[in-house]
Nanobody, 122 residues
Framework: QEQLVESGGGLVQAGGSLRLSCVVSVPTFNRYMGWFRQAPGKGREFVADISWTGTIPYYSDSVKGRFTISRGNAKNTVYLQMNSLKPDDTAVYYC????????????????WGQGTQVTVSS
């Protein structure tokens, strides 16, 4: 059974927008949820994460001001609104949920989604 199910990836022109969604069936209470991406030559890179309350978001410097992370009211969903996309944003994007409460996805073991391809042309 898939524990994290992602959607919203695709092909978009530079300057365009995409919205990624992730629905999870693992514990989310007091868990940070977020997104990573992986492109050739870069490894898996942190993009953004957010606290269970939805009031404490974090972003990598490369996406801050362009991407917005949020959680649904049910708190078993996480979204990544990506605006002003650049070719450098091209990567496979992975949803992540921290396995331990109160710990950011950058510092603990995570549950992982299957990944969705985002390709930015031009």
């Amino acid at each position: 059974q898939e524990q994290l199910v992602e959607s919203g990836g695709g092909l978009v022109q530079a300057g365009g927008s995409l919205r990624l969604s992730c629905v999870v069936s693992v514990p989310t209470f007091n868990r940070y949820m977020g997104w990573f991406r992986q492109a050739p030559g870069k490894g898996r890179e942190f993009v953004a994460d957010i606290s269970w309350t939805g009031t404490i978001p974090y972003y990598s410097d490369s996406v801050k001001g362009r991407f917005t992370i949020s959680r649904g009211n049910a708190k078993n969903t996480v979204y990544l609104q990506m605006n002003s996309l650049k070719p450098d944003d091209t990567a496979v994007y992975y949803c992540a949920v921290a396995q331990n409460p109160g710990v950011r996805v950058t510092t603990s073991a995570n549950y992982w989604g299957q990944g969705t391809q985002v390709t930015v042309s031009s």
